[in-house]
C-alpha cells in the first residue's frame, strides 16, 4: 500500500520553501511513499512583491503547482508550511484554510495525519503560537497531529542558534531574510517528513 503525503507550504522570500523541499526529502525516504509538494496561492499583487524584494526569490520555486483544496481528500498525511506574521500563520495559508468548510462538513479530512513547520525572523518571534495556533484548525477538521518528538536530538543542539520545536521545524531567518536554514534546521524537517510519513504508514495499514 502507498502512503500519499502532501506538503502545502507558503513561502515569500524562500525559507519556508528550502524547509519545504527538506520535508518532503525526509518522507521520501520511507518506503512505498509518494510525496507530493504544492504552495498556496499568492494573494500580494506582484508590484508589491517586487517592491519587497520578493518577487526575484519566488521565482525559484515558481515551478511548484498550486494546492487546491479538493485534492486534500487524497492525502493520508498533510505537512503544512507557513511563515510567522506576528506570531500567527500568514493571510495566504489562513485564506486556504479558510476554503475548507466543505471539507469540515463532510468529514473528507478525519483521521488524516496533520503537521506544520514555520520560519520566523528572530529566535523569540512566534515559532511556536505559530504553530500550535495552526493546530487548532487541524484538529476541528478531525486530524492526527504529528509533531517532532525529542528523539530527534538536534531539537537538544545548543552549540548554534537554530529553530527545532516539539511541535514542528523551524528556521530563523534574521530581520532582514539573510539567513538562510541551516543544516541542522533542515535535517529536523527531514526527520519530520520521515517521521509523520512512518506514522500515516502505520495509520494507513490498519
Same mark, same amino acid.
Not at 520560519?119 to 495556533?133: K, L, R
Given at each position: ?107 473528507? !479530512? ?75 534546521? !533542515? ?20
Amino acid at each position: 500500500m502507498t502512503t500519499r503525503i502532501q506538503v502545502v507550504f507558503y513561502s515569500m522570500y524562500g525559507h519556508i520553501y528550502r524547509m519545504a523541499e527538506a520535508v518532503a526529502e525526509g518522507a521520501r525516504e520511507v518506503a512505498d511513499t509518494d510525496v507530493s509538494v504544492y504552495q498556496v496561492a499568492e494573494l500580494v499583487p506582484d508590484e508589491v512583491l517586487e517592491k519587497s524584494g520578493a518577487k526575484a526569490p519566488r521565482a525559484t520555486f515558481a515551478h511548484v503547482p498550486v494546492a487546491t483544496v479538493e485534492q486534500l481528500v487524497n492525502a493520508d498525511a498533510i505537512i503544512f508550511g507557513t511563515p510567522t506574521r506576528f506570531g500567527n500563520m500568514c493571510a495566504q495559508m489562513r485564506n486556504f484554510l479558510d476554503q475548507t468548510g466543505g471539507l469540515w462538513m463532510s468529514g473528507g !479530512l478525519i483521521g488524516k495525519v496533520g503537521s506544520v513547520f514555520s520560519s520566523t525572523a528572530s529566535q523569540h518571534g512566534g515559532q511556536e503560537t505559530t504553530i500550535t495556533s495552526f493546530h487548532t484548525t487541524l484538529l476541528h477538521q478531525g486530524m492526527v497531529i504529528v509533531g517532532v518528538p525529542y528523539s530527534e536530538a538536534r531539537l537538544l543542539n545548543m552549540d548554534e542558534i537554530s529553530g527545532g520545536t516539539p511541535y514542528g521545524a523551524t528556521t530563523l531567518t534574521k530581520a532582514d531574510g539573510s539567513r538562510l536554514p541551516s543544516e541542522n534546521e !533542515l535535517a529536523i524537517a527531514r526527520f519530520q517528513g520521515r517521521h509523520v510519513a512512518q506514522i500515516a504508514a502505520k495509520l494507513a495499514a490498519k
